[in-house]
Nanobody
Framework: QVHLVESGGGLAQPGGSLRLSCVAS????????MTWFRQAPGKEREFVAA????????RYDDSVRYRFTISKESAKKTAYLQMNGLKTEDTAIYYC??????????????????WGQGTQVTVSG
């Protein structure tokens, strides 16, 4: 079992930045990808970014590529999502997840094995 706790959400102005953190505990993370999803009001939960815990391979949704950066700090069992150039359409609840699979399938919610509780990101101003 993997337990995930997100933090770092809040309010930002368009063009601003936020950094989300996801601290993991429990089972070893080496079999997993750490993934970020988001869900805006009235919309389905969608993939944002992923990083393979073993090796560091990354994947991004086109909507956030070149603005968001996913990273990890193995010693702290923590994954990060650095969000720059925020837009109002980035407003959502952001969820950290531990997923299994290969690069081509990792964006699917069906690959998620463990979810965090979510953290609200609001871009307004």
């Amino acid at each position: 079992q993997v337990h995930l706790v997100e933090s770092g959400g809040g309010l930002a102005q368009p063009g601003g930045s936020l950094r989300l953190s996801c601290v993991a505990s429990g089972d070893p993370l080496s079999p997993y990808w750490m993934t970020w999803f988001r869900q805006a009001p009235g919309k389905e939960r969608e993939f944002v970014a992923a990083i393979r815990w073993s090796g560091g391979t990354t994947r991004y949704d086109d909507s956030v590529r070149y603005r968001f950066t996913i990273s990890k700090e193995s010693a702290k069992k923590t994954a990060y999502l650095q969000m720059n150039g925020l837009k109002t359409e980035d407003t959502a609840i952001y969820y950290c997840a531990a997923s299994t699979g290969i690069w081509s399938s990792i964006a699917s919610r069906s690959r998620v094995r463990h979810w965090g509780q979510g953290t609200q990101v609001t871009v307004s101003g």
